[in-house]
């Protein structure tokens, strides 16, 4: 695997940000020069973020944003690709889907906690974590919102929203389809169809992807095959939604919309590292003896020793989600109802040990249930005072099966966990903006925020049940549905300040605030933890300039991150509290150009300041993998305070250019590059080098054939193209001796390439 050097890392980053800012310069004096030569522009995207449309330009707060032809022409297909994208994003596939914004994201991940970035589908909140990675298919765009969206978008939006916008129903019959063959036996078939119904009085669109790939690691266990393991961090996935688009009348209109989606994908192989020393048992072979990084030798065994039960699935993640969009033009006012249904399925086994016989298995397998109801009212003249009321409810229901089974000598040899954890959520929201003049504005915000969460928790260790009781000192008969029941108010909020300079630069100023809810830890014998909050201040600046042929957008922030809920170490057991705070500060640059008609080149950094003020935990591996840890009291007890947050990349880069070049025949051919750099991130509090992943950049090329008007085109592509070998995510095992530390890595994909033939109609 390539290691980046501590003294070749700085260079890099240091380099990187001069070229950047270097480059922006340069393509602006190069725009201003040409800008007479043509009257071609940049097309600026028009987003939702606000709950209302605007173009990105005109909204003072920082956004990604990236439209369905840009999603294509890059090559993003899901969430995870989105992060290579991004500056500021990190998404990480471990037993969840990990999504960090600014260094800001989750950290439990049992159907009793909450995200730190929320995901949004059409509008609706996904709840669940679990379901963070998925693939995009009929895509109009994708919106991610950087710092906290208390006001408009509420709990559990600390770090930031992903907006994805599916494409909506046509009054006009229209359509594609592609399909695209690729090496590890890709294979992948998107199709849409949409238009009129019943003449003027409905429209309908139908959607659909199946994707099938083979994995990237083998798993060379005996057993492998007879399983269907043998192929791990592969792809298997069918989606298909549809919806209808109905006229009720001359000012309202019902949309309703159903997607379902089956994800078998096998989970990816955690790679073991490390020295024997670290390991409980010598006699076995770990599959760390397997020196390739893409072969591991683990069992996933779907049985629990000792009990009758077993886990449903090696990998699973299904979902059906339904939802009823009303709108009603009232003039000067628009009213929109939006009512969301969702049921998760989801199953995730780690082979816990890294041995290619039976020793320790971990799984988890949940279920959730959510349903959400939101009104809007705003305002739609064009006046000095834009306004918009909400009202939000949202209903889960979720439970979860979590184990640890191994062998020791019992054969009751497991924990395991059954959790319950039922929430009732309900909001009521206002913002409104103001124009003091043509060029000065005020919006100000706020939401008042109720969560009421209920749980329960069946604690099996060894055969034998664990009650409150007896872990955590409660009065005799008390149980655990006791325990498990709490309720979390707050108000959040946003005052912010832009100035139009012209009708090209926007210069903005912000402080808002952001709230995560208290939840449950339902892997550990533990009481509820209480909500953390984050208060936001940043100022940045949007502008165009060579008549549109350039935009760059510059912000900078920090962050004051309060009651941070953080995996904390007690008695050597790990349980989530309200520990520690930090302070985040960083900067972040995009730029998009287009040079000539023919190349527009975009190019973004981002770069985070993260430290904890204040976190004393206990350590595992001290003092023999102590990392950045300062002992301060008892054995094992450490300070925190200095070290970097988790996921926290200092520095990310991208950089893209499209040259497309019109034939004489009428048709077109473009390449499109695309290179992504992320710093050294520590994956982690304890900031160890083993347990980190140093700075790596990924290059990706496209190359596009497309047929006089369109119809259709052929596009080849590589992805990762130098073969960058890299971990994704790293984490430490609980098979290892005490004092020491047993890495497991996830590795990120090889290089990969294809051909996509698609036609549109």
């Given at each position: 695997?390539?290691h980046?050097?501590?003294?070749?890392?700085?260079?890099?980053?240091?380099?990187?940000?001069?070229?950047a800012?270097?480059?922006?310069?340069?393509?602006?004096?190069?725009?201003?020069?040409?800008?007479?030569?043509?009257?071609?522009?940049?097309?600026?995207?028009?987003?939702?973020?606000?709950?209302?449309?605007?173009?990105?330009?005109?909204?003072?707060?920082s956004?990604?944003?990236?439209?369905?032809?840009?999603?294509?022409?890059?090559?993003?297909?899901?969430?995870?690709?989105l992060a290579?994208?991004?500056?500021?994003?990190?998404?990480?596939?471990?037993?969840?889907?990990?999504?960090?914004?600014?260094?800001?994201?989750?950290?439990?991940?049992?159907?009793?906690?909450?995200?730190?970035?929320?995901?949004?589908?059409?509008?609706v909140?996904?709840a669940?974590?679990?379901?963070?990675?998925?693939?995009?298919?009929?895509?109009s765009?994708?919106?991610?919102?950087?710092?906290?969206?208390?006001?408009?978008?509420?709990?559990?939006?600390?770090?930031g929203?992903?907006?994805?916008?599916?494409?909506?129903?046509?009054?006009?019959?229209?359509?594609?389809?592609?399909?695209?063959?690729?090496?590890?036996?890709?294979?992948?078939?998107?199709?849409?169809?949409?238009?009129?119904?019943?003449?003027?009085?409905?429209?309908?669109?139908?959607?659909a992807?199946?994707?099938?790939?083979?994995?990237?690691?083998?798993?060379?266990?005996?057993?492998?095959?007879?399983?269907?393991?043998?192929?791990?961090?592969?792809?298997?996935?069918?989606?298909?939604r549809?919806q209808?688009?109905f006229?009720?009348?001359?000012?309202?209109?019902?949309?309703?919309?159903?997607?379902?989606?089956?994800?078998?994908s096998?989970?990816?192989?955690?790679?073991?590292?490390?020295?024997?020393?670290?390991?409980?048992?010598?006699?076995?072979?770990?599959?760390?003896?397997?020196?390739?990084?893409?072969?591991?030798?683990?069992?996933?065994?779907t049985?629990?020793?000792?009990?009758?039960?077993?886990?449903?699935?090696?990998?699973?993640?299904?979902?059906?989600?339904?939802?009823?969009?009303l709108?009603?033009?009232?003039?000067?006012?628009?009213?929109?109802?939006?009512?969301?249904?969702?049921?998760?399925?989801?199953?995730?086994?780690n082979?816990?040990d890294?041995?290619d016989?039976?020793?320790?298995?971990?799984f988890q397998?949940?279920?959730?249930?959510?349903?959400?109801?939101?009104?809007?009212?705003?305002?739609t003249?064009?006046?000095?005072?834009?306004?918009?009321v909400?009202a939000?409810?949202?209903?889960?229901?979720?439970?979860?099966?979590?184990?640890?089974?191994?062998?020791?000598?019992?054969?009751?040899?497991?924990?395991?966990?059954?959790?319950?954890?039922?929430?009732?959520?309900?909001?009521?929201?206002?913002?409104?903006?103001?124009?003091?003049?043509d060029?000065?504005?005020?919006?100000?915000?706020?939401?008042?925020?109720?969560?009421?969460?209920k749980?329960?928790?069946?604690?099996?260790?060894?055969?034998?049940?664990?009650?409150?009781d007896?872990?955590?000192?409660?009065?005799?008969?008390?149980?655990?549905?006791?325990?498990?029941?709490?309720?979390?108010?707050?108000?959040?909020?946003?005052?912010?300040?832009?100035?139009h300079?012209?009708?090209?630069?926007?210069?903005?100023?912000?402080?808002?605030?952001?709230?995560?809810?208290?939840?449950?830890?339902?892997?550990?014998?533990?009481?509820?933890?209480?909500?953390e909050y984050?208060w936001?201040?940043?100022?940045?600046?949007?502008?165009?300039?060579?008549?549109?042929?350039?935009?760059?957008?510059?912000?900078?922030?920090?962050?004051?991150?309060?009651?941070?809920?953080?995996g904390?170490?007690?008695?050597?057991?790990?349980?989530?509290?309200?520990?520690?705070?930090?302070?985040?500060?960083?900067?972040?640059?995009?730029?998009?150009?287009l040079?000539?008609?023919?190349?527009?080149?975009?190019?973004?950094?981002?770069?985070?300041?993260?430290?904890?003020?204040?976190?004393?935990?206990e350590?595992?591996?001290w003092?023999?993998?102590?990392?950045?840890?300062?002992?301060?009291?008892?054995?094992?007890?450490?300070?925190?305070?200095?070290?970097?947050l988790p996921?926290?990349?200092?520095?990310?880069?991208?950089?893209?250019?499209?040259?497309?070049?019109?034939l004489?025949?009428?048709a077109?051919?473009?390449?499109?590059?695309?290179?992504?750099?992320?710093?050294k991130?520590?994956?982690?509090?304890?900031?160890?080098?083993?347990?980190?992943?140093?700075g790596?950049?990924?290059?990706?090329?496209?190359?596009t054939?497309?047929?006089?008007?369109?119809?259709?085109?052929?596009?080849?592509?590589?992805?990762?193209?130098?073969?960058?070998?890299?971990?994704?995510?790293?984490?430490?095992?609980?098979?290892?001796?005490?004092?020491?530390?047993?890495?497991?890595?996830v590795?990120?994909?090889?290089?990969?390439?294809?051909v996509?033939l698609?036609?549109?109609?």
């Amino acid at each position: 695997m390539h290691h980046v050097g501590v003294n070749e890392m700085s260079v890099l980053k240091n380099s990187g940000i001069r070229l950047a800012v270097a480059g922006a310069l340069a393509l602006a004096s190069l725009q201003a020069a040409r800008a007479q030569e043509t009257g071609a522009a940049l097309e600026e995207i028009i987003v939702t973020a606000e709950k209302r449309e605007s173009s990105v330009q005109n909204i003072p707060i920082s956004i990604a944003a990236f439209s369905g032809e840009e999603l294509a022409k890059s090559g993003i297909d899901g969430t995870a690709a989105l992060a290579n994208y991004t500056p500021g994003l990190t998404v990480q596939k471990e037993v969840i889907g990990k999504v960090v914004i600014r260094g800001v994201g989750t950290e439990n991940y049992t159907v009793g906690s909450d995200p730190g970035v929320a995901i949004h589908k059409d509008g609706v909140y996904i709840a669940r974590s679990s379901v963070a990675i998925f693939d995009f298919f009929d895509t109009s765009r994708v919106e991610v919102l950087r710092g906290p969206q208390g006001t408009l978008y509420g709990r559990n939006a600390t770090g930031g929203v992903i907006n994805i916008i599916s494409n909506e129903p046509t009054s006009e019959f229209e359509g594609y389809a592609k399909i695209e063959a690729g090496n590890y036996s890709k294979f992948r078939f998107e199709a849409a169809a949409s238009g009129p119904i019943a003449g003027d009085l409905a429209e309908g669109r139908i959607s659909a992807v199946y994707a099938q790939r083979a994995g990237f690691t083998k798993n060379l266990y005996p057993g492998a095959r007879a399983r269907d393991v043998y192929q791990l961090d592969n792809q298997d996935l069918f989606g298909l939604r549809g919806q209808l688009n109905f006229h009720l009348s001359d000012n309202v209109d019902l949309l309703l919309q159903g997607e379902w989606l089956r994800d078998d994908s096998l989970p990816p192989a955690f790679k073991y590292f490390d020295t024997s020393k670290a390991y409980w048992f010598n006699l076995f072979g770990p599959d760390k003896d397997l020196k390739d990084l893409r072969q591991v030798s683990q069992g996933f065994e779907t049985a629990i020793p000792g009990s009758s039960r077993t886990v449903p699935s090696v990998g699973k993640a299904d979902q059906d989600a339904y939802l009823a969009r009303l709108t009603w033009d009232l003039g000067t006012m628009k009213f929109t109802s939006l009512t969301g249904y969702r049921d998760i399925d989801f199953s995730w086994i780690n082979d816990g040990d890294g041995f290619d016989t039976f020793f320790v298995t971990y799984f988890q397998t949940d279920n959730s249930k959510q349903f959400t109801q939101e009104f809007q009212l705003a305002s739609t003249t064009d006046s000095k005072l834009e306004w918009l009321v909400g009202a939000y409810y949202l209903n889960e229901e979720a439970k979860t099966f979590t184990g640890i089974p191994f062998i020791i000598g019992s054969p009751n040899d497991f924990i395991l966990w059954d959790g319950k954890s039922n929430t009732d959520a309900y909001a009521v929201y206002g913002q409104a903006t103001y124009a003091f003049t043509d060029k000065l504005r005020v919006t100000a915000g706020v939401r008042y925020n109720k969560d009421e969460k209920k749980g329960d928790l069946v604690y099996n260790l060894f055969g034998g049940l664990l009650e409150p009781d007896v872990t955590l000192g409660a009065p005799p008969g008390t149980k655990w549905s006791d325990i498990l029941n709490k309720d979390w108010d707050a108000m959040t909020g946003k005052l912010s300040l832009d100035y139009h300079f012209n009708d090209d630069i926007l210069g903005y100023i912000s402080a808002s605030r952001g709230y995560k809810s208290g939840g449950f830890n339902l892997l550990a014998a533990q009481a509820p933890y209480d909500p953390e909050y984050l208060w936001a201040y940043e100022a940045g600046v949007k502008t165009k300039f060579a008549d549109g042929r350039v935009i760059a957008n510059l912000g900078a922030f920090l962050y004051d991150y309060s009651d941070m809920q953080v995996g904390k170490v007690v008695n050597l057991s790990a349980t989530v509290v309200n520990a520690a705070k930090a302070t985040i500060a960083g900067f972040e640059a995009e730029v998009r150009a287009l040079v000539t008609d023919e190349i527009e080149v975009n190019a973004g950094v981002s770069v985070l300041d993260t430290k904890y003020d204040e976190f004393i935990t206990e350590d595992p591996a001290w003092p023999g993998d102590g990392g950045c840890g300062k002992q301060v009291a008892a054995p094992r007890t450490i300070s925190l305070k200095g070290c970097e947050l988790p996921r926290a990349p200092k520095f990310q880069g991208v950089f893209g250019v499209n040259w497309t070049h019109p034939l004489s025949s009428g048709a077109e051919f473009g390449i499109r590059a695309d290179y992504a750099y992320r710093d050294k991130q520590y994956f982690t509090q304890f900031n160890r080098e083993i347990v980190s992943q140093d700075g790596y950049g990924l290059l990706g090329v496209r190359a596009t054939y497309t047929a006089p008007q369109g119809h259709w085109y052929v596009t080849g592509y590589g992805d990762n193209l130098t073969d960058e070998e890299y971990f994704v995510t790293v984490l430490e095992s609980g098979v290892a001796a005490p004092g020491t530390v047993v890495p497991q890595a996830v590795v990120g994909a090889p290089r990969t390439y294809g051909v996509i033939l698609g036609v549109k109609f």
